[in-house]
T-cell receptor, first 117, second 109 residues
Framework: GAVVSQHPSRVICKSGTSVKIECRSL??????MFWYRQFPKQSLMLMAT?????????EQGVEKDKFLINHASLTLSTLTVTSAHPEDSSFYIC?????????????FGQGTRLTVV | KQEVTQIPAALSVPEGENLVLNCSFT??????LQWFRQDPGKGLTSLLL?????REQTSGRLNASLDKSSGRSTLYIAASQPGDSATYLC????????FGAGTQVVVTP
């Protein structure tokens, strides 16, 4: 299957600072990437859809000014958590598909554990 | 409302037994259904993808079935091993991918 690489795997930051998480598709081009958040013992919640060369589409209830998404190239999307607070502590996972369309397989990164202290 | 449900939330079996994991969904107009494995603190590994037109998919010891009319998919893992211990997630694509809460599996030696 296709490889999606996410970095860093763990990050601890101070409250009020910003943190950037990278998601790369290593062996394919991804016009669309997805960012999810996962709370302990819960399912993945879609935060936003990242489109190469255009603005991200955010799900209802997700603050676009807090969670900045940039999809600068066909292989890289970044999620920046701005002015992080302890309640932003969570597991963030990105996903990408190798081809457009709704019948394609989704591949996921390794996830990033964010802890805000 | 489109929802994905996985029951039970947790399952423990002795090594060698077959595993049966259930996934149900509310709207049969799906594009596809995908099963994933998630180890603690890690990302998701894709196990099987079943397109809407398919009834099942197989990969090694894994077999997944799909019955759209009843809104169900079942993941079978034959001859379970301790290395199969993980959380198994079912995800249904209705446009966007929607996940169940997962079934946490423990295979005891």
């Amino acid at each position: 299957g296709a490889v999606v690489s996410q970095h860093p795997s763990r990050v601890i930051c101070k409250s009020g600072t910003s943190v950037k998480i990278e998601c790369r598709s290593l062996d394919f081009q991804a016009t669309t990437m997805f960012w999810y958040r996962q709370f302990p013992k819960q399912s993945l919640m879609l935060m936003a859809t990242s489109n190469e060369g255009s603005k991200a589409t955010y799900e209802q209830g997700v603050e676009k000014d807090k969670f900045l998404i940039n999809h600068a190239s066909l292989t890289l999307s970044t999620l920046t958590v701005t002015s992080a607070h302890p309640e932003d502590s969570s597991f963030y996972i990105c996903s990408a598909s190798g081809s457009p369309g709704t019948n394609t397989e989704a591949f996921f990164g390794q996830g990033t554990r964010l802890t805000v202290v | 409302k489109q929802e994905v449900t996985q029951i039970p939330a947790a399952l423990s079996v002795p090594e060698g037994e077959n595993l049966v994991l259930n996934c149900s969904f509310t709207d049969s107009a799906i594009y596809n259904l995908q099963w994933f494995r998630q180890d603690p603190g890690k990302g998701l590994t894709s196990l099987l993808l079943i397109q809407s037109s398919q009834r099942e998919q197989t990969s090694g010891r894994l077999n997944a079935s799909l019955d759209k009319s009843s809104g169900r998919s079942t993941l079978y893992i034959a001859a379970s091993q301790p290395g199969d211990s993980a959380t198994y997630l079912c995800a249904v694509r209705w446009g966007k991918l929607q996940f169940g809460a997962g079934t946490q599996v423990v295979v005891t030696p």
